[in-house]
């Protein structure tokens, strides 16, 4: 798995300029605003003559650190950084949307993503047909009065890919943008925008975090698409990232390479073993049924277990003792999820009901702890809810 670019991935975010006294750490600009030292310099500001930080809301130092490390990350030209995953998603759709428009998205997409989809911008006469990710057809006839071709490969729950090759050239045909959800690989095992996606959108409170301690999100484009969204959208919702969390960003980022390694052989060695598990009966995993056409040069931690009847689930997650019960992933700890949990929900658009999610998977992150501990954990907590 891991190749030449990994190698180069892994320089880029390690190396950094040296910065004020000598520095290794880009400074934390803990201040909403910047002043000027003339009025010359003030008014070039405003023409757009110069770069010169003006308002945390719309540009901070150290906010703008983790978007030039990230743009470079992800092979992009620019990145804009938010306070949430969500809030990265809203403002890349409302960016290329307005009403009467059309989006094509496909099934599986993240829950709030789709709640957005199916309730906000419906709301706003933004219209969303949701179509099977390998139905290429459906696809393709959907995308002909659309204007958004929204994708996230893998997919939430049942983690499908999409052949994002394929996708982006008859999105491109259609004269229709593309967009998708890349928080599952991390840039370290998929970068969309070198297959012809145009618009790629992070939830970085998971693995570009790594810590769980930072909830934010990032879009990376070329300039054009982020001059759409920090000249019509970004400014007047105002979801902006904290200096702070940018700069716990870009220490997450510095072992990101080397934390999806492990999560990549952690995860595919006990989804492996789940597999020849008399009481599981599938796991979705896409190193499982590694596609032809697969853009992953590598697995994250994240995928899910159907179990068998004589299964207890609640009994389950209660005996697992290394993996907590919580939302969320892609930090250092374990964590699990029944789907039932999620079905259960009261919610307006309950995406896991309305795609048919399965009321016996299992969703587990795979943290950094001792794959040996984790198999163990798994093994026993199974043994425990045996109804059989
Ligand atoms: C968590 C998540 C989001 C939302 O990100 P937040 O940072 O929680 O707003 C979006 N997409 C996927 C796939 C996620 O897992």
């Not at 989006?103 to 706003?124: A, S």
């Not at 016996?360 to 198999?375: A, F, H, K, M, Y």
């Amino acid at each position: 798995m891991p190749n030449d670019k990994l190698i180069s991935q892994q320089t880029l975010l390690t190396h950094d300029q040296r910065h004020e006294m000598g520095a290794v750490t880009t400074p934390i600009y803990q201040s909403s605003l910047f002043t000027f030292s003339d009025y010359d310099s003030m008014i070039a500001r405003f023409r757009g003559e110069s770069d010169q930080p003006l308002y945390s809301r719309v540009d901070n130092p150290t906010v703008k650190a983790l978007q030039d490390k990230m743009a470079a990350l992800e092979g992009g030209e620019a990145c804009l950084a938010f306070g949430s995953g969500m809030a990265a998603i809203s403002n890349a759709i409302l960016s290329v949307v307005a009403p009467g428009k059309k989006v094509v998205c496909v099934n599986h997409v993240y829950p709030d993503t789709y709640r957005f989809l199916r309730g906000f911008c419906q709301r706003f006469g933004i219209v969303t047909e949701f179509v099977d990710g390998d139905d290429e057809a459906a696809i393709g006839a959907a995308l002909s009065d659309a204007s958004l071709l929204y994708l996230e490969s893998p997919s939430s729950w049942v983690m499908s890919e999409q052949n994002l090759n394929q996708l982006g050239a008859m999105a491109r045909e259609a004269g229709v943008v593309s967009m998708i959800d890349n928080s599952w690989a991390s840039p370290i095992f998929q970068q969309p925008l070198l297959c012809g996606i145009d618009i790629v959108v992070h939830s970085a409170s998971k693995y570009i975090s790594g810590h769980s301690d930072v909830v934010a999100g990032l879009v990376i484009a070329s300039q054009q698409h982020i001059n759409n969204i920090t000249r019509h959208i970004s400014p007047y919702l105002g979801g902006k990232l904290s200096a702070h969390e940018a700069s716990l960003l870009m220490r997450g980022l510095r072992t990101l390479p080397l934390r999806m390694k492990h999560h990549h052989q952690s995860a595919l060695t006990i989804a492996e073993k789940l597999a020849e598990h008399p009481l599981v009966t599938d796991v979705c995993h896409p190193g499982l049924k590694p596609q032809s056409w697969s853009t992953l040069r590598g697995y994250s931690g994240l995928f899910a277990f159907e179990v068998a009847e004589q299964v207890d689930i609640p009994q389950l997650c209660n005996a697992l003792e290394l993996f907590h019960m919580g939302v969320s992933w892609g930090g250092f700890e374990s964590l699990v999820m029944p789907a039932i949990s999620v079905i259960n929900q009261a919610s307006e658009f309950n995406s896991a009901v309305d795609f048919g999610v399965s009321p016996r998977l299992i969703r587990i992150s795979v943290g950094l702890e001792e794959t040996n501990d984790l198999w163990a954990d798994l093994q026993q907590a199974l043994a425990s809810a045996n109804r059989a």
